[in-house]
């Protein structure tokens, strides 16, 4: 089955941009069953949705986000990818990469999750 | 895009039954049948439970089921297990072409 994981570095500077990859395992990320998901959760908090990507490079997100947001899809690697520029303190979080189903939206598989802090 | 309501905690004794509310609108909860569930233990990914309301993914208890009325949708947890201690997400699909979440229910079991 689809097995997705996180990587990336867990600490950045403030105003700086954070990049996370998550690879997938398992199947073709060109498959076309999935949206490809970044959804984070600050410490102790709840889930929030940042964006997906599909593998042609249609891409949807959070409008909170949407200014600071990019998602890309690497087809050749079976990855992809998030950015989020000007970060500051309120985006320290853990970053999940999950993947959406295209048919029906619901978040399975989840990666195991990577923490991302920011500060200086 | 505002996140679903959820109660912040609910609790129940083993064996009981427990009901976790998610509350949405017409534009997500109440305008679409794509509501699911998620749960979530400490230090661990989200687990999906339910999706489109009430369906459950191959391998998940039938202790827990979905429903919905209206722009609120529901959780029900029977036969209380130690287990079942997390916290709980409810997620829609909204008119805007993206999806929410509720901001989480911690479930104690007593």
């Known amino acids: 089955q689809v097995q997705l994981q996180e990587s990336g570095p867990g600490l950045v500077k403030p105003s700086q941009t954070l990049s996370l990859t998550c690879t997938v395992s398992g199947g073709s990320i060109s498959s076309g069953d999935y949206f490809w998901s970044w959804i984070r959760q600050h410490p102790g908090k709840g889930l929030e949705w940042i964006g997906y990507?599909?593998?042609?490079?249609?891409?949807f997100y959070n409008p909170s986000l949407k200014s600071r947001v990019t998602i890309s899809v690497d087809t050749s690697t079976n990855q992809f990818s998030l950015k989020l520029s000007s970060v500051t303190a309120a985006d320290t979080a853990v970053y999940y990469c999950?993947?959406?189903?295209?048919?029906?939206?619901?978040?399975?598989?989840w990666g195991q999750g990577t923490l991302v802090t920011v500060s200086s | 895009q505002s996140a679903l309501t959820q109660p912040a905690s609910v609790s129940g004794s083993p064996g009981q039954s427990i009901t976790i509310s998610c509350t949405g609108t017409?534009?997500?909860?109440?305008?679409?049948?794509?509501v699911s569930w998620y749960q979530q233990h400490p230090g661990k990914a989200p687990k999906l439970l339910i999706y489109?309301?009430?369906d459950r993914p191959s391998g998940v208890s039938n202790r827990f089921s979905g429903s919905k009325s209206g722009n609120t949708a529901s959780l029900t947890i029977s036969g209380l297990q130690a287990e079942d201690e997390a916290d709980y997400y409810c997620?829609?699909?909204?008119?805007?072409?993206?999806?929410?979440f509720g901001g989480g229910t911690k479930l104690t079991v007593l």
């Open positions: 999950a993947g959406r189903n295209s048919y029906k939206p619901r978040f399975d598989p």
């Open positions: 997620s829609s699909y909204s008119s805007s072409s993206a999806d929410v």
């Open positions: 017409s534009s997500d909860v109440g305008g679409y049948n794509y």
């Open positions: 990507i599909y593998y042609s490079g249609s891409s």
């Open positions: 489109d309301v009430s």
